[in-house]
């Protein structure tokens, strides 16, 4: 039997009830109650994390899926996840797993007073319905090692929920030398964001919509903690990469592709910024694909706004993955789909002009090429 872990970042509060301080949901769970991420579970006012050995997927990666572009291009990323999320998007890509919580267990499970929390049966109970390998931080620093990975990604659901199995292994992989990176939705309070802060190398965030209506409706949340905890990953010094799904009729117009890049650019025109195809997934198929000119459009809104680093995702080939220099436009890194094909960056310079180029390992030779 795996064991279980008190979760971090909570508060007790009246009649056996607790308050997660982890994201801005700030749920008030009633004893033997869930929060709205569906792996926090409240017993005798206790709080305990459902999924901190309980890994749905771990698998190597490109860099360039997460997607990360500016960050060690060409390396590997030993990626895990656990179930779970604290967004419940309509379009969401993983909604497997990601709603796996939601969709399969309980509301509410009466606790036992007088048992021993680790022990109490309905705990136990529900905490081995969590689908997933039994996988504890040394385990995954120890195969990321094996597999000859750059970094550990904490990805495909949102990492934040799983935080202290995401935060151990960080601390971990830190001391054996691998890099950290979070690929997230952003919802994320402030303290326990500084702490990861400190173990983590680089993130991704999903820039969803630049409208809080959007965000209620269609992914449960809301915008300005996101934009928020946006805003703090680049004061932290963390290297940071933006990603927009491109939606037609909800997100694809001029004004608000405009926002989006002109609110990244205020914080810094090195940050680069994905463009991405939509594909109807989930409970969202009353909405086309994104097409190639869509998504060119986006782009050269990036551009507009003094953005260095603009890609289009998701539709290989169209040559929107590739990494410019973005004073002489001479051809940088040669990308098909995840895959780098040429990497001419040297010294973290343009070859040609001597332009600096922004990122964290930008070298061919930093990344193994």
């Keep these: 039997m795996s064991a279980l872990k008190e979760a971090l970042y909570y508060e007790p509060l009246a009649k056996g009830k607790v308050w997660c301080t982890l994201c801005p949901h700030d749920c008030h769970i009633a004893d033997g109650a869930r929060g709205a991420c569906g792996v926090r579970y409240n017993h005798g006012g206790k709080l305990y994390t459902l999924v901190y050995d309980k890994v749905v997927a771990r698998e190597i990666n490109p860099i360039e899926k997460k997607p990360l572009f500016h960050f060690y291009p060409g390396s590997f990323a030993y990626s895990i996840s656990t179930v779970g ?11 497997d797993i990601s709603q796996w919580p939601k969709d399969h267990l309980p509301k509410h499970i009466s606790s036992d007073e007088d048992a021993v929390a680790p022990i109490c049966p309905q705990l136990v ?9 039994t996988v504890t931080p040394p385990m995954i620093v120890a195969a990321a090692q094996h597999t000859g990975c750059k970094s550990v990604s904490y990805t495909f659901t949102e990492p934040t929920i799983f935080y202290e199995l995401a935060y151990d292994t960080a601390v971990l992989a830190r001391e054996q030398g691998l890099k950290n990176n979070f690929i997230s939705n952003g919802f994320i309070s402030e303290a326990p964001q500084r702490q990861l802060c400190t173990v983590l190398d680089a993130a991704n965030i999903d820039l969803k919509f ?15 903690p996101i934009l928020d905890a946006i805003k703090r990953y680049h004061e932290l010094g963390v290297w940071m990469e933006l990603t927009t799904l491109v939606i037609p009729g909800v997100n694809d117009s001029d004004e608000e592709l405009t926002q989006i890049a002109e ?20 409970k969202m198929f009353n909405h086309p694909p994104t097409n190639a000119a869509t998504l060119r459009r986006a782009r050269d809104i990036g551009f507009k706004a003094g953005l260095r680093y603009v890609y289009e995702g998701n539709i290989p080939g169209e040559g929107g993955e590739n990494t410019y220099c973005y004073q002489c436009k001479s051809l940088l890194i040669d990308r098909f789909g995840f895959a780098v094909r040429r990497n001419r960056i040297r010294n973290n310079r343009c070859p040609d002009c001597g332009a600096p180029i922004d990122g964290v390992g930008m070298n061919a030779e930093d990344s193994g090429e």
């Excluded at 999320?85 to 909604?95: A, E, K, V, Y």
């Design 85 to 95: 999320c604290n967004l419940h998007c309509s379009f969401c890509q993983n909604w």
């Design 125 to 133: 109970n529900l905490e081995h319905r969590i689908p997933g390998e």
């Design 263 to 282: 609110f990244i650019a205020a914080l810094s025109e090195a940050i680069p910024w994905h463009v991405s195809a939509y594909y109807p997934a989930y």
């Design 210 to 224: 630049f409208k809080d209506e959007s965000y209620r409706h269609i992914s449960r949340a809301r915008l300005q």
